[in-house]
């Protein structure tokens, strides 16, 4: 059985806000959609519903139509199980999805179909509650974001977190759990490393086994998927012998950004910050931050880092990875702390502003969306090996060593219909070919 085949549809109810009534929905669902992104603090889900009207018992005890019977306004639980359709396939299972929203309703005189947008109960949680508190300065922003989850969110659910190194106090302002935690992720720096090294930004993002803190550099030193996803059979270096792994199809939606890196000061700008303790502005000696600086001194999921770029102009040797790009003023966050407040390559907040703008702006310099098998042991975060044929008019069948490689799975989507099943990966990394060994 390959994993291409259509899923088995386990169980698809519905129960309503005060948990009068339940639906069993799986013969009229025509698609289920699972979403997850590093970027979302949320997982979603798609449900294409056809209902024709004889599926709940209404108040007057005549069956009904289910958007009115039950009655879908929002709110509802979903639980869902889908089995897997392969030997290497679990499936999906969730019991705490709920309707977010009811959109595209066609009614006739048969039958009604609508889509179910789902959403994570914690998703509901966030809009209901405020993060008001003081976090004091001494503790680690990554203790700071599991009292969140825990406290704020009523979550269990956290299942993945890189220990941060740098503390950092602040207070809530009664604001949404999300966007605390989705701050805090670009301030933090990854407790694993030391010295110069170092380098900020976060992630946080929910998947299908829980919520996941994780520094960039931790996502790449991860080892990828076990196995290897090529675009085509024959592939010299490869001992893939099923279709489950094969790249069905996959599109290069960007590959380097020139212009755009130069507009978010990707390889240098000049940052110059207000200190609100001090009253002071940062000396003229350390407003520049280059890439180049740290070429080679961070993790990679291809090649080191190369900043060779065109010179500014014919007559002149400096080139665009030298000259600032970008002009960045602002108040220095250093949040609650005492006037001693570190300095250090790690805990500077100025460094830990420019660190996570540059690691989040190189990360995504070679982009791809492909489209492989259901595999729904993939996550979003996970580090995936893909190999690409060489175009080659002796068609002799070699890798291309410039575009295969590893990828971070950026986004992953999670389709299930009635002619089969498959994912769609969007795949992302911050240099190109293969990873030195």
């Not at 209901?128 to 004091?136: A, D, H, Q």
């Amino acid at each position: 059985m390959s994993a291409i085949n259509k899923s088995l549809y386990e169980k698809f109810t519905i129960t309503s806000v005060n948990g009068a009534k339940t639906a069993d929905i799986k013969s009229g669902v025509i698609s289920f959609n699972y979403y997850e992104d590093v970027y979302s603090p949320m997982i979603t889900a798609r449900l294409v519903v056809v209902n024709t009207g004889n599926s709940i018992e209404g108040e007057d005890g005549k069956m009904q139509s289910l958007y009115n019977g039950l009655p879908l306004r929002g709110g509802e639980k979903v639980e869902i199980k889908v089995a897997g359709n392969s030997a290497d396939n679990d499936g999906l299972e969730f019991n705490d999805f709920y309707v977010g929203s009811i959109t595209d309703v066609n009614v006739d005189a048969e039958r009604e179909m609508f889509v179910l947008n789902l959403i994570s109960r914690e998703a509901i949680t966030n809009e209901t509650v405020r993060v008001g508190k003081k976090f004091p300065s001494s503790q680690k922003i990554s203790d700071s974001v599991e009292d969140i989850i825990k406290n704020y969110l009523s979550s269990d659910k956290l299942y993945d977190m890189d220990e941060t190194q740098n503390p950092y106090g602040f207070i809530g302002n009664m604001r949404k759990p999300f966007t605390v935690l989705t701050m805090l992720a670009s301030k933090s720096v990854p407790g694993n490393v030391s010295g110069k090294d170092a380098t900020a930004g976060y992630f946080f993002f929910e998947t299908q086994k829980g919520y996941r803190f994780k520094s960039i550099d931790s996502l790449i030193r991860t080892n990828p998927f076990p196995e290897k996803y090529v675009y085509a059979p024959g592939i010299v270096d490869t001992d893939d012998t099923t279709k489950d792994y094969k790249i069905i199809s996959f599109s290069t939606t960007q590959n380097q950004n020139l212009i755009g890196n130069l507009e978010r000061g990707a390889y240098c700008s000049n940052r110059t910050y207000f200190n609100p303790l001090t009253f002071t502005y940062t000396p003229n000696t350390q407003k520049e931050f280059k890439l180049e600086d740290y070429s080679g001194k961070i993790e990679n999921l291809g090649q080191d880092i190369d900043i060779t770029l065109p010179s500014l102009s014919a007559n002149d040797s400096k080139t665009l990875a030298s000259v600032p790009s970008r002009y960045i003023t602002g108040i220095l966050d250093i949040g609650i702390t005492d006037k001693n407040v570190s300095l250090d390559e790690n805990a500077d907040p100025a460094k830990i502003h420019s660190q996570a703008m540059m690691r989040y702006n190189t990360l995504f310099t070679q982009t791809l969306t492909m489209t492989v098998p259901l595999n729904t042991n993939l996550i979003a975060g996970d580090i995936i090996n893909c190999e690409f044929p060489r175009i080659d008019q002796q068609k002799r069948k070699e890798p291309d060593e410039f575009q295969s490689g590893l990828y971070l799975i950026k986004k992953l989507t999670h389709y299930f219909d009635s002619k089969g099943s498959y994912t769609k990966l969007q795949l992302a990394r911050d240099t190109t070919g293969r990873k030195a060994k």
